[in-house]
């Protein structure tokens, strides 16, 4: 099936990665646009963007999808005005938008500094929040959306090791999902919330090896891996699946929910 996103406007959050390859928010841009949507891809920096770009371009021949960026900074009200603006301006409207931006900080109450804290819930949660106030009115306008945010299976379980904030924003990215989505029901809006595991994305190789196993990407991934039924790693394309179908008109009667993304991580308690 191709086309499950034909024409459909979509503002990706955070579309970039921190290294080569398929993090979450490239996979998702890329696959959207390959499913006939113009995407809007949004990072904080550029040069992250340039690797999506060219993805983008890549698979866009095959069906009329499109792809344009800009530099926005989703914790900071002007930066998402003026992306908001941008979108409208080019594209027309905004039938989708997923809140991919997050990243975690080590550390519990105790370790984690005052300012980490407050760092990591503009980062995981007010972003989120941000873009919803901007976006939604527009949504409201069309009388129909669909929002998809990106939480993390560390928001439902612990996942091995202590990330305080991190946790506790990704709980509630998924509340603030399912309580926007009956609100905003009655207009046509749909809200949901894709919950990846523990996924092999840029992000492992670049940041987290050096958080947890002293740049030893390799025990950092066996670490991983055993905490996962299936015999294999997801990465950014296994979110992407899942985002597609929320945003897209199949999941139509879908709204308030979760899909988990994980290999079955979080179902085992042995
Ligand atoms: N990678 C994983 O294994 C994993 C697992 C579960 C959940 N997640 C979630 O998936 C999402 C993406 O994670 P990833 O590891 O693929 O990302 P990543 O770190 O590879 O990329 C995130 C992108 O967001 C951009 N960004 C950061 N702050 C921004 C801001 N304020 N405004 C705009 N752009 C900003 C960065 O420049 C970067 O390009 C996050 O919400 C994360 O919590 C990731």
């Given at each position: 099936?191709t086309?499950r996103?034909?024409?459909?406007?979509?503002?990706?959050?955070?579309?970039?990665?921190?290294?080569?390859g398929?993090?979450n928010?490239?996979?998702?841009?890329?696959?959207?646009?390959?499913?006939?949507?113009?995407?809007?891809?949004?990072?904080?920096d550029?040069?992250?963007?340039?690797?999506?770009?060219?993805?983008a371009?890549e698979?866009?021949?095959?069906n009329?999808?499109?792809?344009?960026?800009?530099?926005?900074?989703?914790?900071?009200?002007?930066?998402?005005e003026?992306?908001?603006?941008?979108?409208?301006?080019?594209?027309?409207?905004i039938?989708?938008?997923?809140?991919n931006?997050?990243?975690?900080?080590?550390?519990g109450?105790?370790?984690?500094?005052?300012d980490?804290?407050?760092?990591?819930?503009?980062?995981?949660?007010?972003?989120?929040?941000?873009?919803?106030?901007?976006?939604?009115?527009?949504?409201v306008?069309?009388g129909?959306?669909?929002?998809?945010?990106?939480?993390s299976?560390?928001?439902?379980?612990?996942?091995?090791?202590?990330?305080?904030?991190?946790?506790a924003?990704?709980?509630?990215?998924?509340?603030?999902?399912?309580?926007?989505?009956?609100?905003?029901?009655?207009?046509?809006?749909?809200?949901?919330?894709?919950?990846?595991?523990?996924?092999?994305t840029?992000?492992v190789?670049?940041?987290?090896a050096?958080?947890?196993?002293?740049?030893?990407?390799?025990?950092?991934?066996?670490?991983?891996?055993?905490?996962?039924?299936?015999?294999?790693?997801?990465?950014?394309q296994?979110?992407?699946?899942a985002v597609?179908?929320?945003?897209?008109?199949?999941?139509?009667?879908?709204?308030?929910?979760?899909?988990?993304?994980?290999?079955?991580?979080?179902?085992?308690?042995?």
């Amino acid at each position: 099936m191709t086309g499950r996103l034909q024409d459909k406007v979509v503002l990706v959050t955070g579309a970039g990665s921190v290294g080569p390859g398929w993090g979450n928010g490239r996979a998702i841009a890329v696959r959207m646009v390959q499913e006939g949507a113009k995407v809007m891809a949004l990072d904080r920096d550029q040069d992250r963007l340039e690797e999506t770009l060219s993805r983008a371009h890549e698979v866009s021949q095959l069906n009329g999808g499109e792809i344009d960026s800009m530099t926005c900074d989703v914790t900071q009200t002007a930066s998402i005005e003026a992306a908001v603006q941008a979108t409208l301006k080019r594209f027309g409207r905004i039938d989708v938008l997923i809140n991919n931006v997050g990243g975690s900080a080590a550390g519990g109450p105790v370790e984690m500094s005052e300012d980490v804290w407050d760092a990591q819930i503009d980062h995981n949660l007010k972003s989120v929040f941000m873009m919803c106030k901007h976006v939604l009115p527009v949504m409201v306008q069309q009388g129909a959306g669909s929002v998809v945010n990106i939480s993390s299976t560390s928001g439902i379980r612990w996942t091995g090791s202590a990330q305080v904030a991190y946790a506790a924003t990704k709980a509630a990215v998924i509340q603030l999902g399912r309580v926007v989505a009956v609100q905003y029901a009655k207009q046509g809006i749909r809200v949901n919330t894709v919950v990846p595991g523990q996924l092999h994305t840029p992000m492992v190789d670049v940041r987290l090896a050096k958080q947890r196993t002293g740049g030893d990407v390799q025990t950092l991934l066996t670490q991983r891996q055993a905490r996962i039924p299936l015999p294999f790693m997801g990465d950014g394309q296994d979110t992407a699946n899942a985002v597609l179908f929320l945003a897209s008109d199949e999941a139509r009667f879908i709204t308030g929910t979760e899909i988990i993304v994980d290999g079955g991580m979080s179902a085992r308690c042995d």
